[in-house]
């Protein structure tokens, strides 16, 4: 296992991570949840996370379990808060309100006495920055967390944040989570260079686009069954972002590369991404240790010039980010 630095900044990531996001405490029980969990850590991964928002509470409270039988020094555990938690008016966003009272919860849930990193699930145009900020350093200094990133903040809203970190004497945020993989190639227009010039650092959310990128779905043929595709509790994103059979004849192409490298479309995918500078850590959204084990297969793959450019040339980069 590699482990990079967030950005500037000194704790040491796994360059791949293990995420909970529609698996562990949603659709893995808790014994396959352990068992992965274990795969991970045995293979070297030392950066976990999850959210609050992840089975409303439910992917952490596994999670935490999971993790207990471990040293806590041997852990980076990243939790997120913003998101919906209730009905309530106060019951999300970034206000200093819901931070303290959702990070708080995090960690009861987690049966931690702090997380390594806190993250900011979205942005919230509602809430001015300075609150964000600053109720991000009082929970530091309360030894709640350590560091505090941000999840798709565009790259202005991340450069306006370190300024008035700076001037109010506040801890900067750290880390960032874009999306990012071959079917989404919008950060490389400005996040990744704002947060190089910034020294933040990128873990990386959806590798292998929920799948598409796996080759598993064929053009012209539903999903298989057993499938994220195929599950209308988690096909949401996949159908909305990326299902169209431009896409899925694509996956089938980027598979064939993989197989003249006798390696897996999985593996080539990750691998792609970790050859960005930019990037500390990839997250791995799995369901078995068989597809656990698949992409650590990553670690020990080198992309030849030429693969790369077979590559590129199927998923050229895209020109402006969504929110230009």
């Known amino acids: 296992m590699d482990y990079r630095q967030l950005g500037k900044w000194g704790p040491r990531v796994s360059v791949l991570g293990l995420g909970s996001y529609l698996t562990i405490g949603f659709k893995v029980d808790e014994e396959d949840s352990r068992r992965i969990v274990r795969a991970a850590y045995e293979a070297g991964i030392n950066y976990f996370d999850t959210a609050n928002r992840y089975g409303r509470g439910t992917g952490e409270e596994v999670l935490g379990r999971c993790l207990a039988e471990y040293p806590r020094s041997s852990l980076v555990v990243l939790t997120k808060g913003g998101n919906p938690m209730g009905d309530g008016p106060n019951d999300r966003g970034l206000t200093a309100k819901h931070l303290r009272e959702q990070c708080h919860a995090s960690l009861r849930r987690l049966g931690m006495d702090y997380v ?28 709640k967390i350590l560091y505090w990133g941000v999840s798709e903040w565009p790259p202005w809203m991340m450069v306006k944040a370190q300024h008035l970190a700076k001037e109010m004497g506040a801890r900067p945020l ?3 989570q874009p999306r990012y993989n071959l079917l989404y190639r919008w950060p490389e227009a400005e996040v ?39 599950d209308p509790q988690q096909n949401f994103v996949i159908m909305k972002m990326y299902w169209s059979e431009e896409n899925r004849r694509k996956g089938q192409q980027l598979a064939g590369i993989a197989v003249e490298m006798r390696t897996t479309a999985a593996r080539l995918a990750i691998a792609w991404i970790m ?50």
Request: glycine share 8%; hydrophobic share 40%; charged share 20%.
């Open 174 to 176: 750290v880390v960032s």
């Open 116 to 143: 390594d990193i806190y993250m900011c699930h979205r942005p919230d145009p509602w809430t001015p920055l300075e609150e964000t900020i600053r109720a991000m350093d009082d929970l530091a200094r309360a030894g």
């Open 192 to 230: 990744f260079p704002v947060t190089l010039a910034e020294g933040i650092g990128n873990v990386i959310f959806s590798p292998l686009a929920h799948g598409l990128l796996t080759g598993k779905y064929p053009p012209g043929k539903p999903p298989p069954g057993g499938t994220r595709a195929a």
């Open 275 to 324: 050859r960005q500078p930019a990037v500390s850590s990839v997250i791995l959204g799995v369901s078995t240790v068989s597809q656990l084990e698949d992409n650590l297969g990553a670690l020990e793959l080198e992309i030849s010039d030429s693969v790369l450019q077979q590559v590129e040339d199927l998923y050229p980069p895209t020109p402006l980010p969504p929110y230009a």
